[in-house]
């Protein structure tokens, strides 16, 4: 009876194994029985926008927002969801500062991050625009069942490029054309020549005005935190302002592609990497004088130092916060590791250039492919739930 009882109870627990076995796999939805999302938003930068893709590039335009691109991910998704509404709100060159001041109040970002984002817009987000814009995305927000959230590649470039040009306005050099607008700068001297002359000017900035050092290298500091503390703030505050603006909507953070992992020191030559993970998600610490930190639970390894750096970086600093909040909000929030998308590339060399900008292919590319794109999409449908 005894033996008998056993088998039974051996039976009876594999059966439980295979059933949550197959539950668990059952969860994992695709485009065919993903649950349905009748206004569907993709909130993010350059990535999110489609930069790149052919029907992004027909248009003629350097930043185009707020189009349905063909083939981007969020326009595929919006199929697979079967949204009725779907709101593109991929803004290239947005940092997490300025979607926080879209999605908060009484918050201002730096003062060279707004002074400069019309200058490396071409003039494209004006104040007033900038403004319409805020209005727009929190109507979005307001009336989602799904947001998904991409954002933060620009913030490892943009806020120190924006006050390299910001102190390069205190200089002059004699002898060298007066600096002009960063579209007239690239239409003279591509993307070398404008990075040479930013780098004459902003030197000149600091040797000419000893009476603003404590000034510029007071913003130095302010502009390392970018790198090591203030992504985590925003972030936080951006997801604070989407619930408070929407409290039951579903939330998809998308993980980065991480594309400094593949910066390379030859050109046309991918770095590699490889990932090492130790936990399975990322543990938030309270830290004296800094407030809650989250640590995380892998970084990618490159054998090009320089990748090395700004991979590990970026895999410290920025990626842990968007796992952070599966567990802060279970079942509403969850996480997309698309990390793995197919990119662009093109010309690769070990630094991003102004490419972003001139669309000229002079340098590094980490947009995603057609192939990328549908890569992501479907990764964002693994993590929802099926119907």
């Given at each position: 009876?005894?033996?008998?009882?056993?088998?039974?109870?051996?039976?009876?627990?594999?059966?439980?194994?295979?059933?949550?076995?197959?539950?668990?796999?059952?969860?994992?939805?695709?485009?065919?029985?993903?649950?349905?999302?009748?206004?569907?938003?993709?909130?993010?930068?350059?990535?999110?926008?489609?930069?790149?893709?052919?029907?992004?590039?027909?248009?003629?335009?350097?930043?185009?927002?707020?189009?349905?691109?063909?083939?981007?991910?969020?326009?595929?998704?919006?199929?697979?969801?079967?949204?009725?509404?779907?709101?593109?709100?991929?803004?290239?060159?947005?940092?997490?500062?300025?979607?926080?001041?879209?999605?908060?109040?009484?918050?201002?970002?730096?003062?060279?991050?707004?002074?400069?984002?019309?200058?490396?817009?071409?003039?494209?987000?004006?104040?007033?625009?900038?403004?319409?814009?805020?209005?727009?995305?929190?109507?979005?927000?307001?009336?989602?069942?799904?947001?998904?959230?991409?954002?933060?590649?620009?913030?490892?470039?943009?806020?120190?490029?924006?006050?390299?040009?910001?102190?390069?306005?205190?200089?002059?050099?004699?002898?060298?054309?007066?600096?002009?607008?960063?579209?007239?700068?690239?239409?003279?001297?591509?993307?070398?020549?404008?990075?040479?002359?930013?780098?004459?000017?902003?030197?000149?900035?600091?040797?000419?005005?000893?009476?603003?050092?404590?000034?510029?290298?007071?913003?130095?500091?302010?502009?390392?935190?970018?790198?090591?503390?203030?992504?985590?703030?925003?972030?936080?505050?951006?997801?604070?302002?989407?619930?408070?603006?929407?409290?039951?909507?579903?939330?998809?953070?998308?993980?980065?592609?991480?594309?400094?992992?593949?910066?390379?020191?030859?050109?046309?030559?991918?770095?590699?990497?490889?990932?090492?993970?130790?936990?399975?998600?990322?543990?938030?610490?309270?830290?004296?004088?800094?407030?809650?930190?989250?640590?995380?639970?892998?970084?990618?390894?490159?054998?090009?130092?320089?990748?090395?750096?700004?991979?590990?970086?970026?895999?410290?600093?920025?990626?842990?916060?968007?796992?952070?909040?599966?567990?802060?909000?279970?079942?509403?929030?969850?996480?997309?590791?698309?990390?793995?998308?197919?990119?662009?590339?093109?010309?690769?060399?070990?630094i991003p250039m102004y490419e972003f900008m001139s669309m000229d292919d002079s340098a590094f590319n980490p947009h995603a492919t057609l192939a990328g794109n549908r890569y992501m999409a479907d990764k964002i449908l693994e993590v929802l739930p099926t119907r």
């Amino acid at each position: 009876m005894r033996k008998t009882t056993k088998k039974i109870v051996a039976v009876l627990s594999l059966i439980a194994i295979m059933v949550s076995a197959l539950s668990v796999s059952a969860m994992a939805a695709n485009r065919y029985d993903v649950k349905q999302y009748p206004v569907y938003v993709c909130l993010g930068d350059s990535v999110a926008s489609g930069f790149g893709l052919p029907d992004y590039n027909r248009r003629g335009k350097v930043l185009v927002y707020r189009k349905n691109i063909q083939g981007s991910y969020g326009n595929l998704l919006s199929k697979d969801v079967g949204a009725k509404r779907y709101y593109p709100c991929g803004y290239p060159g947005f940092t997490s500062a300025i979607f926080r001041y879209c999605l908060t109040d009484n918050y201002t970002p730096r003062e060279w991050e707004i002074n400069q984002l019309q200058n490396f817009s071409y003039n494209d987000y004006s104040p007033e625009v900038l403004n319409r814009e805020r209005t727009h995305i929190r109507n979005a927000v307001a009336k989602a069942d799904l947001i998904t959230v991409d954002l933060g590649v620009n913030d490892t470039w943009y806020s120190t490029i924006a006050l390299v040009y910001e102190i390069a306005k205190y200089g002059t050099v004699v002898g060298v054309d007066p600096r002009k607008t960063l579209a007239e700068e690239l239409a003279i001297y591509g993307s070398w020549g404008t990075v040479a002359r930013n780098a004459m000017y902003y030197l000149a900035g600091f040797a000419e005005n000893p009476q603003l050092w404590a000034t510029f290298w007071g913003w130095w500091v302010e502009n390392l935190s970018t790198y090591f503390l203030q992504y985590q703030a925003n972030f936080d505050a951006i997801m604070d302002g989407i619930f408070k603006l929407n409290p039951d909507v579903t939330v998809v953070n998308l993980a980065s592609g991480n594309s400094f992992r593949c910066l390379s020191i030859i050109p046309g030559v991918r770095s590699g990497s490889l990932k090492l993970q130790w936990m399975d998600k990322p543990v938030q610490v309270d830290l004296p004088f800094v407030g809650t930190f989250t640590l995380p639970n892998f970084v990618h390894v490159s054998e090009n130092p320089i990748a090395n750096v700004t991979g590990v970086m970026y895999d410290f600093f920025y990626e842990p916060i968007r796992q952070a909040w599966t567990v802060k909000k279970p079942g509403q929030v969850f996480y997309a590791d698309v990390t793995d998308y197919e990119m662009i590339m093109k010309n690769q060399i070990t630094i991003p250039m102004y490419e972003f900008m001139s669309m000229d292919d002079s340098a590094f590319n980490p947009h995603a492919t057609l192939a990328g794109n549908r890569y992501m999409a479907d990764k964002i449908l693994e993590v929802l739930p099926t119907r």
